[in-house]
């Protein structure tokens, strides 16, 4: 019930193409679904969050969708480019705990 | 630089040697978390505090594992009898008071390699 589901493991995408990372959750009492983008040699650093009463938020090229009912979450970026290129993991803020759990992660690779 | 700030970036040690980590925190973070991320994957809870109180450890944390945030400033993590096992990044973060206090924010993390 603690897990966090991320898919894919790894894409490619071309330059200027869309980028999709989906997740899921079942812990009903998660209440924050952050994305984190991680660069080598670098901690995970916040890029956009979205809290469950939304269903949508965006942020430049970055876009959060969110589906209460089914559970999941997704993180799209439009128009991608090779500086995206990095490993993304969401994760689920538990409010009760004070804990973050946070997905497998997606080594996205965009091509020039 | 105001971010969070982990010593040392890496370590190398041999198999049964203790180590120590240090982590500064963003300057008023009340809650400091230390997470593991081995690679391929996300980073795992170990621990965190509230101020100076350690308010939860994982079952990840062995016996061998121990932290202090003396003075709710900054924080370190000692591994005894260091094990291969053990050999992953280990990332520390802060966040705010206040009530949206689930932000975190991480440090570069310090790279153990037990040999």
């Known amino acids: 019930q603690q897990q966090v589901k991320q898919s894919p493991q790894s894409l490619i995408v071309q330059k200027g193409g869309i980028s999709i990372i989906n997740c899921a959750y079942e812990?009903?009492?998660?209440?924050?679904f952050p994305w984190y983008q991680q660069f080598p040699g670098k901690g995970p650093a916040l890029l956009i969050a979205?809290?469950?009463?939304?269903s949508e938020k965006k942020e430049g090229r970055f876009t959060i969708s969110f589906n209460k009912s089914a559970k999941q979450f997704s993180l799209h970026i439009m128009d991608s480019q090779p500086g995206d290129s990095a490993t993304y993991f969401c994760?689920?803020?538990?409010?009760?705990?004070?804990?973050?759990?946070f997905g497998t992660g997606t080594r996205l690779k965009v091509l020039a | 630089d105001t971010g969070v700030s982990q010593d040392p970036r890496h370590k190398i040690t041999k198999r049964g040697q203790n180590v120590t980590f240090r982590c500064d925190p963003i300057?008023?973070?009340?809650?400091l978390y230390w997470y593991r991320q081995t690679l391929g994957q996300g980073p795992e809870f170990l621990t965190y505090?509230?101020?100076?109180?350690?308010?939860?450890k994982s079952r990840l944390l062995s016996d061998r594992f121990s932290a202090e945030r003396p003075k709710g400033s900054f924080s370190t993590l000692e591994i005894q009898r260091t094990e291969q096992g053990d050999s992953a990044m280990y990332l520390c973060?802060?966040?705010?008071?206040?009530?949206?206090?689930?932000?975190?924010?991480f440090g570069s993390g310090t790279q153990l390699s037990v040999l």
């Open positions: 973060a802060s966040s705010p008071k206040g009530a949206f206090n689930e932000k975190l924010f």
């Open positions: 812990n009903t009492a998660f209440d924050y």
């Open positions: 979205i809290r469950p009463d939304v």
């Open positions: 994760a689920a803020w538990d409010s009760g705990t004070y804990k973050y759990i």
């Open positions: 300057s008023e973070h009340n809650r």
């Open positions: 505090f509230q101020n100076e109180a350690q308010l939860e």
